[in-house]
């Protein structure tokens, strides 16, 4: 039989970031890569992270292209974006989604090199202006080399937000001297990382 294409299986899960480090203050993106042991039960360890709440899985897309071909599949939202000029009112799109790009190369040893771009957008409604919320944008492009149904996976899309804020009491608060006692001042800090689990299959022909 000869190899025609490759059917690829992706899971995408966000889950908290650890070791971010001193450097990740506001938003920070790495790259990490691995494998999943053959005795590794994917499904049951993804399970476990949810039930834990220590993850969520984002979407389990399955795609299947040619050799050197290819194939991308994305997921997300569009947000209506409001503009008036001229007394005339126009609406514009603009996307937030997360978006997979595999292009798989078949070698003579039957392994698969796959080049691989993960693409995160995602609305940050806390820091909207006029009900407009910005995109935060991470990207990451990389190449591994996977053998026939083996899972690799790519990590390191880390993003950290920090957000400070202040509760205090009406006048109180501005008591001098003593105002202080009255107010508190408080920093949430919150970082998730992206793991994508990519499994190729080469399909016979």
């Not at 937030?96 to 080049?115: H, K, R």
């Amino acid at each position: 039989p000869r190899a025609t294409g490759v059917e690829e299986t992706g899971t995408v899960i966000g889950l908290p970031a650890q070791n971010l480090g001193s450097a990740a203050v506001n938003t920070a993106i790495g790259l990490a890569l691995g494998s999943v042991n053959g005795a590794f039960n994917l499904d049951v360890a993804l399970t476990a992270l949810e039930r834990s709440g220590k993850g969520r899985v984002l979407s389990t897309p399955r795609l299947t292209t040619q050799n050197n071909i290819q194939a991308k599949v994305q997921q997300g939202i569009q947000i209506p974006i409001q503009t008036v000029a001229n007394n005339t009112v126009t609406v514009t799109f603009k996307e937030a989604v997360l978006m997979l790009q595999v292009t798989p190369q078949i070698t003579a040893a039957g392994t698969v090199i796959m080049q691989v771009t993960v693409t995160n957008m995602a609305a940050d409604f806390s820091r909207q202006v006029n009900g407009i919320p910005p995109i935060d944008t991470q990207e990451a492009h990389t190449q591994v080399q996977v053998e026939d149904g083996a899972t690799t996976v790519i990590g390191g899309i880390f993003v950290s937000r920090e957000q400070a804020s202040t509760d205090r009491t009406p006048m109180l608060s501005r008591i001098p001297l003593l105002g202080w006692l009255f107010r508190r001042d408080s920093i949430q800090d919150e970082s998730r990382e992206l793991l994508i689990f990519i499994t190729p299959r080469i399909l016979k022909g």
